[in-house]
């Protein structure tokens, strides 16, 4: 009744853990670069061309981090043993 249970150790529980947490922040950074290329439309048609750069790098640097760490969480997954 509990063989599938204890067929996972603990060090695997973790790293699936960690996965996910991993990629919930990865998500909340794909969300928040999404987020700075909307500001930059909302400027570009306001004609406030100050910040652009600044926000650009922003979402760029957002993007990025989101994106290596979703991958990384689907990496521990893998390691874990989570798409067997």
């Known amino acids: ?10 060090a695997e529980v973790l790293a ?4 996910v947490a991993l990629g919930a922040i ?4 794909l969300l928040l670069a ?3 290329y909307i500001s930059i439309r909302q400027d570009r048609q306001k004609g406030d061309l100050s910040n652009v ?6 979402g760029i640097i957002c993007a990025a981090v989101g994106a290596l760490l979703i ?7 893998y390691l874990a043993g989570g798409f067997d």
Request: net charge positive; proline share 3%; charged share 20%.
């Open 1 to 10: 009744m509990y063989e599938a249970a204890s067929e996972v150790s603990g």
């Open 16 to 19: 699936r853990m960690a996965g």
């Open 26 to 29: 990865g998500g909340v950074s």
């Open 34 to 36: 999404v987020a700075c």
């Open 53 to 58: 750069p600044r926000v650009r790098r922003n």
């Open 71 to 77: 991958v990384s969480d689907f990496f521990i997954w």
